[in-house]
């Protein structure tokens, strides 16, 4: 499988690959936190082996703790992670198989390395991996300083084997974010929903080099940087490359008293002011790209932190606020952690807009491994052939069986408009597990 995934620059001696490496770097498009500021070069870069550089070395298995993975190599100072499975997912292979890791260099893939000699890699073959990637413990901080850590990362990620490899086709939402986790506490692997830790928001660099850009204060004398991935479908390739990474100080925390609003968060309202808006409670609160509790959290917000309030769920559960880091400029916050104004409260009890909730279509795709999948009438697997989707497909979801064996989905040539697929041989996106109840 390693040796599949070697990609070589065609032709051309190594002086000629490094030259045009430089070109290609030199080209590159700087892909922005949208409300945030690049990294400063300036100041002091507080981490190790920041350039991903040699020499290399073993991880432990994060899913066997004691016992080595040969194939996680990762640069000196950087430390490999990935999510295990669990449940259904330990009697196949296409959901949170352990990534492999690697040290990148130019003579192997110099459109993949953005500063000489090397860069780190990892990549899921034919499956996903939900929270994959590298971190750094950074120690001796005075605690209430402010931090900004700024990594570059390019995506590959296709359905598609054709070499040489250099173009992101039928990709399968390969995506990344940069986190800092403020206590630098981290036990095997980072748990990112810790309200500790504040991140990005997620990019997709494909095929070039994004600047990935976080800022957070130091709530101990430790910190963790933590470059962070994900990804929807398990295509052939879903590669990860990193590069040129820095932490930075660029200052002290406010004051206790007056505690720092996340960027995008909107300042508090005057007394006289009439708009809607709601008041972080409780320590920390996450900020999230949608109504659900296992989306992106876009930032945690401080106790004290105020949002105007755009409108709410329909369920009231979720505030509908104003952000500027969201893409939209539109994100939620949980109703149990925040207070509502006067005016919010009396929009509640009124006639409030109810928030629009994003939504995407729920759909599985097929993974078969190159074979075509059957497409049945009843979810049974001695129900007559409809038909045969390609390994790549996705398909509309409308159901699932009671056994969970069997996704429902959209097909104009079923009696009632639908058909029947085994899930086995299917991955299904983040809203078709909503709709089926699934983790």
């Keep these: 499988m390693v040796g599949a995934k070697l990609l070589r620059w065609p032709g051309g001696a190594r002086a000629v690959r490094y030259a045009l490496h430089a070109v290609l770097c030199a080209a590159a498009l700087v892909v922005p936190v949208p409300g945030a500021a690049h990294a400063q070069s300036g100041g002091?870069?507080?981490?190790?082996?920041?350039?991903?550089?040699?020499?290399?070395?073993?991880?432990?298995?994060?899913?066997?703790?004691?016992?080595?993975k040969d194939n996680a190599i990762t640069p000196h100072e950087w430390t490999a992670f990935w999510t295990c499975k669990s449940g259904e997912e330990l009697n196949q292979d296409l959901v949170n198989r352990a990534p492999e890791f690697r040290v990148m260099t130019v003579d192997i893939a110099a459109d993949r390395v953005r500063s000489y000699p090397t860069s780190a890699s990892f990549f899921t073959y034919r499956s996903i991996n939900r929270s994959a990637g590298l971190y750094q413990i950074v120690r001796g901080l005075t605690p209430g300083t402010r931090l900004r850590f700024s990594v570059?990362?390019?995506l590959l990620t296709t359905n598609s084997d054709v070499l040489p490899l250099h173009s992101s086709r039928q990709p399968g939402g390969l995506?990344?974010?940069?986190?800092?986790?403020?206590?630098?506490?981290?036990?095997?692997?980072?748990?990112?929903?810790?309200?500790?830790?504040?991140?990005?928001?997620w990019m997709r660099p494909y095929d070039t080099w994004g600047e990935l850009v976080v800022e957070a204060t130091a709530a101990s004398d430790a910190v963790a940087v933590i470059?962070?991935?994900?990804?929807?479908?398990?295509?052939?390739?879903?590669?990860?490359?990193?590069?040129?990474?820095?932490?930075?100080?660029?200052?002290?925390?406010?004051?206790?008293?007056?505690?720092?609003?996340?960027?995008?968060?909107?300042?508090?309202?005057?007394?006289?002011?009439?708009?809607?808006g709601v008041v972080v409670k409780t320590p920390t609160a996450n900020v999230r790209a949608a109504p659900t509790l296992n989306s992106t959290i876009l930032a945690s917000a401080p106790q004290g932190t105020t949002f105007t309030v755009r409108a709410y769920t329909a369920d009231r559960q979720?505030?509908?606020?104003?952000?500027?880091?969201?893409?939209?400029?539109?994100?939620?916050?949980?109703?149990?952690?925040?207070t509502p104004n006067a005016a919010a409260q009396a929009a509640l009890g009124g006639h409030a807009a109810a928030a629009s909730q994003p939504t995407s279509p729920a759909q599985v795709v097929v993974n078969t491994g190159g074979s075509r999948l059957n497409i049945r009438a009843t979810p049974s697997l001695k129900a007559p052939i409809l038909g045969r989707a390609q390994n790549g497909a996705s398909l509309e979801v409308k159901g699932i069986s009671p056994d969970k064996q069997w996704w429902q989905i959209a097909y104009a040539g079923?009696?009632?408009?639908?058909?029947?697929?085994m899930a086995q041989y299917v991955v299904p996106n983040p809203a078709a597990r909503q709709l089926a109840g699934l983790p």
């Design 175 to 201: 995506q990344a974010r940069a986190c800092i986790h403020t206590t630098g506490f981290v036990a095997l692997t980072p748990n990112l929903n810790d309200p500790a830790v504040v991140c990005s928001i």
């Design 152 to 154: 570059w990362v390019n």
């Design 44 to 68: 002091p870069n507080l981490l190790k082996n920041p350039g991903f550089d040699w020499p290399a070395q073993t991880n432990g298995d994060v899913c066997a703790p004691g016992w080595s």
């Design 318 to 338: 979720w505030w509908q606020i104003e952000f500027s880091r969201a893409q939209d400029g539109l994100a939620y916050i949980h109703h149990s952690v925040v």
């Design 414 to 421: 079923g009696t009632d408009g639908t058909a029947w697929v």
């Design 227 to 276: 470059i962070d991935t994900t990804a929807e479908y398990p295509v052939i390739h879903n590669d990860v490359h990193v590069d040129d990474a820095s932490l930075v100080v660029i200052g002290n925390a406010p004051a206790p008293q007056q505690p720092a609003a996340p960027a995008g968060a909107q300042p508090p309202a005057g007394s006289g002011a009439a708009a809607p």
